[in-house]
């Protein structure tokens, strides 16, 4: 803790949907009564009619800070070094940049009646969503994937 704060002094951050599903954040006092952190709203169930209104944990919304930092370390120099708050800001841009794609693929799943994701679904939204230079590359990285594990 920096400048002689107490942990009381800096307040939970917490997430949640909103009935949008927009993930909004707020602080652990301004929520109300009917967004109680309990179990059964944080754990990591699959229940439909949790999902809306539900409290997401920062763990729970962010990729994990140490794979982000791996990946970040690989694309610089040995010798080179990341900030801290470096690290953090990809770890918060990656981690919306895959659901912003993800919430695209899903709306096209819902709409075509199907549960499950695939690896079209996420070309298909990246297309949509204007990332056209990474679909080529992915629909190659795909295909030799399906191979490997086709065998």
């Given at each position: 803790?920096?400048?002689?704060?107490?942990?009381?002094?800096?307040?939970?951050?917490?997430?949640?949907?909103?009935?949008?599903?927009?993930?909004?954040?707020?602080?652990?006092?301004?929520?109300?009564?009917?967004?109680?952190?309990t179990a059964e709203n944080t754990d990591d169930s699959n229940h439909e009619s949790e999902k809306v209104g539900?409290?997401?944990?920062?763990?729970?919304?962010?990729?994990?800070?140490?794979?982000?930092?791996?990946?970040?370390?690989?694309?610089?120099?040995?010798?080179?070094?990341?900030?801290?708050?470096?690290?953090?800001?990809?770890?918060?841009?990656?981690?919306?940049?895959?659901?912003?794609?993800?919430?695209?693929?899903?709306?096209?799943?819902?709409?075509?009646?199907?549960?499950?994701?695939?690896?079209?679904?996420?070309?298909?939204?990246?297309?949509?969503?204007?990332?056209?230079?990474?679909?080529?590359?992915?629909?190659?990285?795909?295909?030799?994937?399906?191979?490997?594990?086709?065998?």
């Open positions: 803790m920096e400048n002689g704060e107490s942990a009381d002094e800096l307040g939970t951050t917490l997430f949640h949907e909103d009935a949008q599903g927009f993930i909004v954040q707020e602080e652990m006092d301004d929520i109300s009564d009917e967004m109680e952190l539900h409290i997401l944990r920062e763990q729970d919304r962010f990729l994990p800070i140490a794979n982000v930092a791996k990946l970040m370390k690989r694309a610089i120099p040995e010798s080179g070094k990341i900030a801290k708050d470096a690290r953090e800001c990809v770890q918060e841009c990656v981690s919306e940049f895959i659901s912003f794609i993800t919430s695209e693929a899903s709306d096209r799943c819902h709409m075509e009646k199907r549960k499950t994701i695939n690896g079209e679904d996420i070309l298909f939204a990246m297309t949509t969503l204007g990332f056209d230079n990474y679909v080529e590359p992915l629909k190659l990285y795909l295909l030799k994937y399906r191979e490997v594990i086709i065998g």
